[in-house]
């Protein structure tokens, strides 16, 4: 009976023990997980949407085989200087919902068409634009 009664002791104690190593698992993996895949999701949408057809990301390995719009390589260091109140996040998501807003200079003779992104679509693809590229140190 003793013998039965630790025993129980002892399992429960282990039981405790791995639901503690889960909790820390799921702790130490939740912050960069959900960034990874919505990041994965903006590269996949930039091929699927065709805007691979015209751009090139060259430092995050995507070359356009027809590039006729600017090298989308390192927007995040422009992208919050192109217009005046619009932070990075917010320039990049205008430049897909209204591409004339704002026209990058020397490049006047293509327009960038209006595709169809949802809400959620357009948030993957600046994630994924705005990132800085692999190996990065900033
Ligand atoms: C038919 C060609 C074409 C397609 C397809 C296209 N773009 Fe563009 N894009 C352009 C051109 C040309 C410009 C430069 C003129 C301008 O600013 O509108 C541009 C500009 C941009 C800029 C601003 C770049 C900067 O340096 O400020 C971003 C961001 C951008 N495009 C993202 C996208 C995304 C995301 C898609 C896909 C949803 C896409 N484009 C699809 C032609 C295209």
Redesign the pocket.
Known sequence: MTYTFGSLVLSGAAAVGLTIATLVALRNTAPTAPGAAVHEQGRT??QQ???I???SVTDKGLVSRTP???D?SA?GQ??AA?RPGLAADA??KE??RQ??A???PG???????T?P?SDAEVEA?AAF?LAPPPGATR
């Open positions: 949408l930039f949407k065709g805007c057809g015209c751009h006729m719009a600017p989308l927007l422009r992208a192109r320039y990049v430049s897909v591409p004339q704002y026209i990058v490049f006047t003779e293509i327009e960038m068409p595709l992104v693809i634009l």
